[in-house]
Nanobody, 129 residues
Framework: QVQLVESGGGSVQSGGSLRLFCTVS???????????VGWFSQVQGKEREPVAR???????RYSDSVKGRFTISQNDAKTPLYLKINTLKDDATAMYFC????????????????????WGLGTQVTVSS
């Protein structure tokens, strides 16, 4: 069974940068060949919020709060899907999740957690002042 696996989280000072990674276990990312993958963030007690997504053709979409500071990208590397976060703010403290649409399905017009059925377990990012 294919499982999404995140890594790269940790503690960082406000204003710093971080890079999160997502890959799959149980298959190669190339074989999994997702048409739409994305990153979501969640603060304890609150809903999971969209951050960024990318489709197989490389088209990206970002939430307004992260435009210009976050960059989502994917390639054929060992950790193929990553999210680069620049100029971290205190409100970026959250658990970050990698998510995928069903292989073969393109991104939905609606960018929300409900449109992504496959999830990793998350990686924690903590920003300190």
């Amino acid at each position: 069974q294919v499982q999404l696996v995140e890594s790269g989280g940790g503690s960082v000072q406000s204003g710093g940068s971080l890079r999160l990674f997502c890959t799959v276990s149980g298959s190669s990312y190339k074989a999994y060949n997702p048409y739409c993958v994305g990153w979501f963030s969640q603060v304890q007690g609150k809903e999971r919020e969209p951050v960024a997504r990318i489709d197989r053709d490389g088209y990206t979409r970002y939430s307004d709060s992260v435009k210009g500071r976050f960059t989502i990208s994917q390639n054929d590397a060992k950790t193929p899907l990553y999210l680069k976060i620049n100029t971290l703010k205190d409100d970026a403290t959250a658990m970050y999740f990698c998510a995928s649409r069903q292989p073969g399905l393109w991104c939905h017009d609606r960018f929300s957690a409900i449109t992504f059925p496959y999830w990793g377990l998350g990686t924690q990012v903590t920003v300190s002042s």
